[in-house]
T-cell receptor, first 114, second 115 residues
Framework: AQSVTQLGSHVSVSEGALVLLRCNYS??????LFWYVQYPNQGLQLLLK??????LVKGINGFEAEFKKSETSFHLTKPSAHMSDAAEYFC????????????FGKGTHLIIQP | NAGVMQNPRHLVRRRGQEARLRCSPM?????VYWYRQLPEEGLKFMVY????????ESGMPKERFSAEFPKEGPSILRIQQVVRGDSAAYFC?????????????FGPGTRLTVT
């Protein structure tokens, strides 16, 4: 069975600093990987996805993630944090090409310090 | 193009009552997924449906929970005889499944409170 581990339930960075949110996955087949963002009392919005093409994936709002098979990782980064980035971030894995139910990590709450 | 719609947004039920949660997928989407989010937890997959078919219900509790996606109308997640442990946010997602670019688009969720 597949699984996702997000290291750090809370991450705090200063405005303008680098954002790094960690995600490690476990899968017996080549995975599809996703990062979603959730603002308070809202649904999830897709930030970016890896679907076995380029290992460096660029998403919306300046975020990007790199798929590293040897490390089973898919960490999310943004060079310069903005106050509006404060939200909950979820990493998810699919073993059915995205057509199956996604397996989510527990989430990382990103706090932006002014 | 309207997004995934869920109603009601908030639902309060007493223990033992039934809860019905509705999900209207995006236009042109024929695949629906239901997820449950407990406090301080990520989303847990419950069920995957296509029109008139349940494709994968491996995440559904064995009792009291059922889901349908009829030929016409929204998808319904039904919880019978609710208990306090059912209090959670329930999210629906839809997907077009085309061009091998599978993306699930999420609705705003229904927050169920069982008193």
């Amino acid at each position: 069975a597949q699984s996702v581990t997000q290291l750090g339930s809370h991450v705090s960075v200063s405005e303008g600093a680098l954002v790094l949110l960690r995600c490690n996955y476990s899968s017996s087949v080549p995975p599809y990987l996703f990062w979603y963002v959730q603002y308070p009392n809202q649904g999830l919005q897709l930030l970016l996805k890896y679907t076995s093409a380029a290992t460096l994936v660029k998403g919306i709002n300046g975020f990007e993630a790199e798929f590293k098979k040897s490390e089973t990782s898919f960490h999310l980064t943004k060079p310069s944090a903005h106050m509006s980035d404060a939200a909950e971030y979820f990493c998810a894995v699919s073993v059915g090409g995205g057509a199956d139910g996604l397996t989510f990590g527990k989430g990382t709450h990103l706090i932006i310090q002014p | 193009n309207a997004g995934v719609m869920q109603n009601p947004r908030h639902l309060v039920r007493r223990r033992g009552q039934e809860a019905r949660l509705r999900c209207s997928p995006m236009k042109g989407h024929s695949h629906v997924y239901w997820y449950r989010q407990l406090p301080e937890e990520g989303l847990k997959f419950m069920v995957y449906l296509q029109k008139e078919n349940i494709i994968d219900e491996s995440g559904m509790p064995k009792e009291r929970f059922s889901a349908e996606f009829p030929k016409e109308g929204p998808s319904i997640l039904r919880i019978q005889q609710v208990v306090r442990g059912d209090s959670a946010a329930y999210f629906c997602a839809s997907s077009p499944i085309r061009d091998k670019s599978y993306e699930q688009y999420f609705g705003p969720g229904t927050r169920l409170t069982v008193t």
